[in-house]
């Protein structure tokens, strides 16, 4: 595996970070839905409400950056890899805006907030389910023929997607336990400290068991993960994780606010770290490479052109709100 840092390459790059910017910034959001009914009814449900409020909709941006990157440079992989996952990608879609909806109804319709709130923990468990079920599928190969998908309807559903979209569902919830105990104050951020110390063990058992059998999907993964001289590299990965872990534990054990969350994203970034090491520089695993799959270099420049101004510019807004709202948060939507 070489890198060659071409129009492709740096496409793969900005989409990577994309997808890797709506996981952390929306998997937040989407634990807090995901852990929604652990939290007693009133004000500590509107605290962990209040807690995404100002921020929740506008994650979404980086998913539609993905999307939309994937498809305008390099369309081939999104011709194959979308019929692949029409199913969970689709019922990822509705996910979404059911919760959208219930978290805007919730506030407007006190009387049936009860149906709301399970609508937001149905939402949110179902769109963080379907986002690791599609990762998995793509890990464990699409097949191709052709230039199109060449599989059926449920190639996608094995037991491998299922154990991906529990675990991503078990992060997901971390994130949104470590999120509240950084934003929130009193019994709301009690509850979410007592929350992570369960979910957080559990997320590392994820881990591990999601680790140990994504070699055996692949010869190209075993050999990335146990062959030399790429297991010098990729050792490297499951060291820092332990290490990450030891020091999670830690934070929560002193009650640092900042720390677990922060930790938390390492964790993630680590393990999409893994992920590339698994999957470059193929969009299909052992079928389309991103220069396979690759627009024409003009398209490819001119995209650019508009990434080089868009980007900045979200990054901007949007740290800009995370600002803005930067303090604690209670029941009553204050900062």
Same mark, same amino acid.
């Given at each position: 595996?070489?890198?060659?840092?071409?129009?492709?390459? #740096? %496409? +793969?790059?900005?989409?990577?970070?994309?997808?890797? +910017?709506? *996981?952390?910034?929306?998997?937040?959001?989407?634990?807090?839905?995901?852990?929604?009914?652990?939290?007693?009814?009133?004000?500590?449900?509107?605290?962990?409400?209040?807690?995404?409020?100002?921020? %929740?909709?506008?994650?979404?941006?980086?998913?539609?950056?993905?999307?939309?990157?994937?498809? &305008? &440079? /390099?369309?081939? +992989?999104?011709? #194959?890899?979308?019929?692949?996952?029409?199913?969970?990608?689709?019922?990822?879609?509705?996910?979404?805006?059911?919760?959208?909806?219930?978290?805007? $109804?919730?506030?407007?319709?006190?009387?049936?907030?009860? /149906?709301? !709130?399970?609508?937001?923990?149905?939402?949110?468990?179902?769109? &963080?389910?379907?986002?690791?079920?599609? =990762?998995?599928?793509?890990?464990?190969?699409?097949?191709?023929?052709?230039? +199109?998908?060449?599989?059926?309807?449920? !190639?996608?559903?094995?037991?491998?997607?299922?154990?991906?979209?529990?675990?991503?569902?078990?992060?997901?919830?971390?994130?949104?336990?470590?999120?509240?105990?950084?934003?929130?104050?009193?019994?709301?951020?009690?509850?979410? %400290?007592?929350?992570?110390?369960?979910?957080?063990?559990?997320?590392?058992?994820?881990?591990?068991? *999601?680790?140990?059998?994504?070699?055996?999907?692949?010869?190209?993964?075993?050999?990335?993960? $146990?062959?030399?001289?790429?297991?010098?590299?990729?050792?490297?990965?499951?060291?820092?994780?332990?290490?990450?872990?030891?020091?999670? %534990?830690?934070?929560?054990?002193?009650?640092?606010?900042?720390?677990?969350? =922060?930790?938390?994203?390492?964790?993630?970034?680590?393990? $999409?770290?893994?992920?590339?090491?698994?999957? /470059?520089?193929?969009?299909?695993? !052992?079928?389309?490479?991103?220069?396979?799959?690759?627009?024409?270099?003009?398209?490819?420049? /001119?995209?650019?052109?508009?990434?080089?101004?868009?980007?900045?510019?979200?990054?901007?807004?949007?740290?800009?709100?995370?600002?803005? $709202?930067?303090?604690?948060?209670?029941?009553?939507?204050?900062?």
């Amino acid at each position: 595996m070489t890198i060659n840092f071409d129009l492709a390459t #740096i %496409w +793969a790059f900005i989409i990577a970070f994309a997808v890797f +910017a709506y *996981v952390v910034m929306d998997g937040f959001d989407l634990g807090i839905g995901i852990l929604f009914p652990a939290f007693g009814v009133g004000e500590e449900r509107d605290t962990a409400m209040n807690a995404i409020a100002p921020v %929740w909709d506008g994650n979404e941006t980086w998913l539609v950056l993905g999307g939309g990157g994937l498809m &305008a &440079a /390099f369309p081939l +992989a999104y011709a #194959i890899v979308l019929p692949a996952l029409y199913p969970p990608i689709i019922a990822m879609l509705l996910a979404l805006i059911f919760r959208g909806v219930a978290f805007e $109804f919730r506030w407007r319709d006190p009387k049936h907030r009860a /149906f709301w !709130d399970l609508a937001f923990t149905g939402g949110s468990f179902m769109a &963080a389910f379907t986002q690791g079920i599609a =990762l998995g599928a793509l890990l464990q190969g699409i097949a191709v023929s052709g230039r +199109a998908y060449g599989g059926g309807w449920l !190639d996608w559903l094995t037991p491998f997607t299922i154990l991906t979209g529990i675990s991503t569902v078990i992060a997901y919830a971390l994130l949104g336990a470590t999120w509240l105990i950084w934003k929130t104050e009193g019994a709301p951020q009690d509850h979410a %400290w007592r929350l992570a110390r369960i979910i957080g063990p559990a997320t590392l058992a994820a881990i591990v068991a *999601v680790s140990l059998a994504t070699p055996f999907l692949d010869a190209t993964y075993f050999q990335r993960w $146990f062959a030399m001289p790429w297991v010098l590299l990729s050792a490297q990965v499951p060291l820092l994780v332990s290490l990450a872990s030891f020091l999670f %534990w830690r934070a929560l054990k002193l009650r640092h606010e900042r720390a677990p969350f =922060l930790i938390a994203l390492f964790i993630f970034l680590l393990c $999409f770290a893994g992920l590339g090491i698994s999957m /470059f520089p193929y969009v299909v695993p !052992d079928q389309i490479t991103i220069w396979d799959a690759a627009a024409p270099e003009r398209s490819q420049v /001119f995209m650019l052109i508009g990434a080089g101004i868009m980007v900045p510019i979200i990054l901007i807004y949007t740290g800009f709100s995370y600002w803005v $709202f930067r303090g604690k948060v209670g029941h009553d939507g204050y900062h």
